[in-house]
């Protein structure tokens, strides 16, 4: 299938226009920094009609950072609808089910359009289930006076702001990726996690009933060991830091030389983390959408042969942070609900890992394990298919380096020559990175770690690539002479 029958709305959508000259590092900066003090802006302003007094914004950790949302305000949907876009898109076209030839520059930019298209409608898809599932209290739903005198109106008109602010977002996106550094997606991302930590680091140091100051003040027999405990998630927070900052310098190196440029030589790295954190976002945004998306069943049955089945599928009840999944098969690839942050810390952890679900009588030891394998196995999955869809499989790596003048030493120049010598490393490494994405979030995310696992690792790999892209650029500033080269 082909998507030229969207052609005729894509061209009703707003394009942001690509920079007409090198945008300079200064400019570059100041249009991230303006991209972030707006997002910032949306994190803390809520919809005109929520009821504020009434919304309860805990325990959504995990859905908050992966997706920079904040449950409540303009951004509740945050990147989510733009990341389930990606993954409808980039499934079908690795199932062959849609037909895009990204060479050719119109189905290119018609692809884009596509994914920008049903982002827009993700969008206001998401505003509705977060409010219609009773997440978002409504003025008048929820108590207070509705606006205009009408329930309907109220709810239609905080979907609309809830809808606008992740549109916002993905405009936003699209001039950091033209006019700034990086993606605004990444940029995003990692200004939520790293003001998850903070606000995190803070509470653990100076909360009165928890904090470790608290607990040193206390004067207790056992005052140090409960302050090194209220401390644990800050110490697994710098460990998965340090441990991912490792594996971004893991790397293989293949031999490369210069046509043009007799007996110099060079390196073309394929490093550990060669998808990078692709694989980690697509699919924690697959799990959590499957989450958001599950409150639909909330009070719905399906019965068979007088049994309803539905609970041991699935089953979504209410909790004071909203409807969420607590038992059935499909609880089993969902987070664990843990915040180190919550009343009792580690000891409350321990005992939610003792419990059973009340229906399957799963076990939370058997619930965290299977979550593990299955954000591993998704992971292993959006790798494979990220390569395959993005010009980064040996075949069009292979083509790159031979038109940039590059072939391996000792054979002669044919992109086969090169494709075959990198078909031995990049579909290897790609799982191996994936696998290794994919089980440090799922551990560390079992931690308590702040800003969770999963948005530690992305938080790392993004300033790695940031700084990477910062330096590059500066080069260019210097030396704008080798733009042109490269280019």
Known sequence: MRLDFVRPFIKYIPEIAPPQRPTSLKEKLMWSTSALIIFFIMYHVFPIGVDTAALQTGGNDFLQVVTASRIGSLITSGIGPIILASIFLQLFTGAKIIEVDTSDPDQKA?????????????????????????????????????????????????????????????????????????????????????LSIVQGTVYLLFNPDVGAIGKLQSGSADAIPQALMALLPLAFTAIVFLVVTFAEGMKVEIPLSFERARGFMGRFPIKLLYVSNIPVILASALLLNIQLWARIFEGKSLVIGGTDVLPYIINVQATPFGARIVDGLI????????????????????????????????????????????????????????????????????????????QVPGF??????????????????????????????????????????????????????????????????????????IE
């Open 331 to 406: 609880y089993l690839i969902t987070p664990l609900s843990f915040s180190p942050l919550s009343a009792g810390g580690y000891t409350a952890y321990l005992e939610l890992l003792s419990t059973t679900t009340p229906i399957l009588g799963i076990s939370q030891w058997v619930h965290a394990f299977f979550y593990i394998i299955s954000l591993t196995i998704l992971c292993v999955i959006f790798g494979r298919f990220w390569i395959e869809t993005t010009g980064m499989g040996p075949k069009e790596v292979a083509e790159q380096l031979n038109r940039s003048g590059m």
């Open 412 to 485: 002669r120049r044919d992109p086969r020559v090169v494709e075959r010598v990198l078909e031995k490393y990049i579909p290897t490494i790609t799982i191996l990175g994936s696998i290794f994405v994919g089980l440090l979030a799922g551990f560390a995310d079992l931690t308590g770690a702040l800003g969770t696992g999963t948005g530690i690792l992305l938080t790392v790999g993004i300033l790695h690539r940031l700084y990477e892209d910062l330096s590059a650029q500066h080069m260019f500033d210097i030396y704008p002479d080798l733009r042109n080269f």
């Open 110 to 194: 018609l692809f884009h359009g596509t994914q920008k298209l049903l982002a827009i409608a993700l969008s206001f898809f998401e505003a509705a289930v977060f409010v219609s599932v009773g997440g978002i209290p409504i003025y008048g739903a929820a108590g207070g006076i509705p606006l205009f005198g009408s329930v309907m109106i109220t709810t239609l008109f905080v979907i609309l702001q809830l809808a606008l602010g992740s549109i916002i977002l993905l405009y936003l996106d699209e001039i950091v990726s033209k006019y700034g550094i990086g993606s605004g997606i990444s940029l995003f991302i990692a200004a939520g996690v790293s």
